[in-house]
């Protein structure tokens, strides 16, 4: 298995069997992956350099007004695509498989996770793994320790506060917090201060 047919099977939402070809070759996929990030997480690199190094990881160049600061995690990689002025705070864990979708001028805050695999329900099918992408609109801000789990669309301007778990799409301009998380107010233009 080559890795574009490996993504291009992942993003078809298809199930990936626990033990097969494709689960096989997501295993191989991530040793690259966790070679990257550890040299991304090992040392200071100047702000160029970790660029050239997170464009590495997901396997095409970022803009050049991408900033991200180091501890970042990932097992994947290959399936991220990042926009311009996106920010990404420290310890951010991203599991990509399913594909991670960032626009442009967003921010994400300490430690979030973006999710993208879900386990299978059946008990005797549970190592069978459901990709599911997550988009993140322009201009999103993502508070700290928020988890983003597999399939969710965050829509432009949203806010997540700190600590959500958001387990379904999110409105463009609205605040969402909580556990799980629920629209907590609209964003208007008396906010934009």
């Given at each position: 298995m080559e890795?574009?047919?490996?993504?291009?099977?992942?993003?078809?939402?298809?199930?990936?069997?626990?033990?097969?070809?494709?689960?096989?070759?997501?295993?191989?996929?991530?040793?690259?992956?966790l070679k990257i990030t550890a040299q991304i997480n090992s040392g200071y690199h100047?702000?160029?350099?970790?660029?050239?190094?997170?464009?590495?990881?997901?396997?095409?160049?970022?803009?050049?007004s991408f900033t991200f600061f180091p501890p970042f995690y990932t097992d994947c990689g290959k399936n991220i695509t990042v926009g311009k002025h996106v920010f990404l705070n420290m310890g951010c864990k991203f599991q990509d498989?399913?594909?991670?979708?960032?626009?442009d001028e967003t921010l994400i805050g300490h430690n979030?996770?973006?999710?993208?695999?879900?386990?299978?329900?059946?008990?005797?099918?549970?190592?069978?793994?459901?990709?599911?992408?997550?988009?993140?609109?322009?201009?999103?801000?993502?508070?700290?320790?928020?988890?983003v789990l597999p399939g969710v669309t965050i829509g432009d301007g949203a806010i997540v506060g700190a600590g959500a778990v958001v387990t379904k799409d999110v409105p463009g301009n609205t605040v969402v917090g909580g556990v799980p998380a629920r629209v907590l107010r609209k964003i208007g233009k008396e906010d934009a201060r």
């Amino acid at each position: 298995m080559e890795l574009n047919e490996y993504l291009n099977y992942l993003n078809s939402g298809k199930p990936v069997e626990g033990g097969g070809e494709v689960h096989q070759f997501m295993h191989i996929a991530s040793q690259e992956a966790l070679k990257i990030t550890a040299q991304i997480n090992s040392g200071y690199h100047e702000p160029a350099e970790l660029r050239a190094l997170f464009s590495k990881l997901i396997g095409k160049p970022v803009d050049e007004s991408f900033t991200f600061f180091p501890p970042f995690y990932t097992d994947c990689g290959k399936n991220i695509t990042v926009g311009k002025h996106v920010f990404l705070n420290m310890g951010c864990k991203f599991q990509d498989q399913g594909g991670i979708f960032i626009g442009d001028e967003t921010l994400i805050g300490h430690n979030v996770v973006l999710a993208t695999l879900n386990h299978a329900m059946e008990p005797e099918d549970r190592a069978t793994m459901i990709p599911a992408p997550i988009h993140i609109g322009k201009r999103v801000w993502i508070g700290s320790n928020a988890t983003v789990l597999p399939g969710v669309t965050i829509g432009d301007g949203a806010i997540v506060g700190a600590g959500a778990v958001v387990t379904k799409d999110v409105p463009g301009n609205t605040v969402v917090g909580g556990v799980p998380a629920r629209v907590l107010r609209k964003i208007g233009k008396e906010d934009a201060r």
